[in-house]
């Protein structure tokens, strides 16, 4: 094979190469914008009913689904302690300068959570960043106290406490 050749084919590798992990760096997470915040269930927003005359729009209806938002700034988690029942969710917002990737203690495992799944082995880990503004959703189905982290500013901590 001559050196041109070779020289070809390096180029078109590294291109791919490139190619994949810039392709891998810039998939966005889907943002799950919440409607309900800090234990208060707020309405859906209204929704139009149709084109008829005098329709009267039908009531709201609430969610019974209680949603707690655990805030990410520079400096941490903010509350760093939220206490919920079991089965109810936390949104992990990015209010931050940069990206985050909540995940389950202990750093790096991500293991204390008991619920399998995830990229690592416990299934309450983001398995992924998340921008400024992004946010990530995660229910609790096992009451006890978790300790969680952020998986890149690993001595950013918080605890969510789960009752019966």
Same mark, same amino acid.
């Given at each position: 094979?001559?050196?041109? @050749?070779? #020289?070809?084919?390096?180029?078109? #590798? %590294? ?8 392709? #891998? ?35 709201? %209806? ?5 949603? =707690? ?15 919920? @029942? ?20 202990? =750093?790096?495992? =991500? ?7 995830? /990229? ?6 983001? /398995? ?18 978790? @300790?969680? =982290? ?15």
């Amino acid at each position: 094979m001559s050196t041109n @050749k070779k #020289i070809v084919i390096g180029v078109v #590798i %590294v291109l791919v190469v490139v190619t994949v992990i810039w392709g #891998i760096q810039n998939k966005k997470p889907t943002e799950i914008t919440p409607s309900e915040s800090n234990g208060v269930t707020l309405p859906p927003p209204e929704q139009k009913t149709g084109e008829l005359p005098n329709q009267i729009p039908s009531a709201p %209806v609430l969610s019974t689904d209680t949603l =707690h938002i655990v805030t990410y700034t520079d400096a941490g988690f903010s509350p760093a302690t939220i206490t919920i @029942k079991k089965s109810e969710k936390v949104t992990f917002q990015n209010n931050s300068s940069l990206g985050f990737w909540p995940a389950s203690g202990k =750093h790096p495992t =991500h293991q204390l959570y008991p619920e399998k799944g995830g /990229c690592v082995g416990s299934k309450f880990d983001a /398995c992924a960043e998340y921008q400024p503004g992004e946010s990530w959703t995660f229910q609790f189905n096992f009451d006890g106290s978790w @300790k969680y =982290h952020n998986h890149l500013a690993p001595s950013h901590t918080g605890t969510v406490v789960v009752t019966k």
